[in-house]
């Protein structure tokens, strides 16, 4: 199976510190994106790469968040400074079109 | 602007019986509609997707929905419930730059 991938799978920090998930898109896909969710939620669009260009980022991306594709294949998202609100599911999505992604299992991030 | 309801957070059924989760959207474009399942501690897997052309739409497992523009509905349901569908379903709508709206999601329970 070639599915989307991320590492980890589980991520506990304390508050303050910086954290990094990988994503592994469906290879070929040209479009990844990320999402973030919490419990009783559905996910929520962070942000989106065509290939290695950043096309979109939600209001919800604060300074501290930051995503990479740089060679436009896997992806990485940076938290830094983790506050206790930041605790929820990472989920990362590849798509070959516009119309349907791909998830991952996720990252579960866990801040104390 | 793109937003999904989904009426019951939780949704009850026994075993055999029919299926109905409840999706409504708004959509300041034609809309490409989606159901989504959510097994615990896993990622998203499309079960079905409405893009253009024949208003029901057929998915994996036996589920199916029917698009209905004068209602902004997208109703999912399936003839007979079956235990292994226990899980989280998610209605999504694309809009603009490739996001997904998801809905709050619905627990299904299926009771023996």
């Known amino acids: 199976d070639t599915g989307v991938s991320q590492d980890p799978r589980h991520k506990i920090t304390k508050r303050g510190q910086n954290v990094t998930f990988r994503c592994d898109p469906i290879?070929?896909?040209?479009?990844l994106y990320w999402y973030r969710q919490t419990l009783g939620q559905g996910p929520e669009f962070l942000t989106y790469?065509?290939?290695?260009?950043?096309?979109?980022k939600s209001r919800l991306l604060s300074d501290r968040f930051s995503a990479e594709r740089p060679k436009g294949s896997f992806s990485t998202l940076e938290i830094q400074r983790t506050e206790q609100g930041d605790s929820a599911m990472y989920l990362c999505?590849?798509?070959?079109?516009?119309?349907?992604?791909?998830f991952g299992p996720g990252t579960r991030l866990t801040v104390t | 602007a793109q937003s999904v309801t989904q009426l019951g957070s939780h949704v009850s059924v026994s075993e055999g019986a029919l299926v109905l989760l409840r999706c409504n959207y708004s959509?300041?474009?034609?809309?490409?509609l989606f159901w989504y399942v959510q097994y615990p501690n896993q990622g998203l897997q499309l079960l079905l997707k409405?893009?253009?052309?024949?208003?029901l739409v057929k998915g994996i497992n036996g589920f199916e929905a029917e698009f209905k523009k004068s209602e902004t509905s997208f109703h999912l349901t399936k003839p007979s419930a079956h235990m292994s569908d226990a899980a989280e379903y998610f209605c999504?709508?694309?809009?603009?730059?490739?996001?997904?709206?998801f809905g709050t999601g619905t627990s299904l329970t299926v009771i023996p």
């Open positions: 999504a709508v694309s809009g603009p730059g490739n996001q997904f709206y």
């Open positions: 959509s300041s474009v034609p809309p490409y």
């Open positions: 290879s070929e896909h040209n479009r």
């Open positions: 999505a590849s798509s070959p079109t516009s119309l349907e992604q791909y």
């Open positions: 409405y893009t253009t052309g024949a208003t």
């Open positions: 790469f065509q290939n290695e260009a950043q096309l979109e």
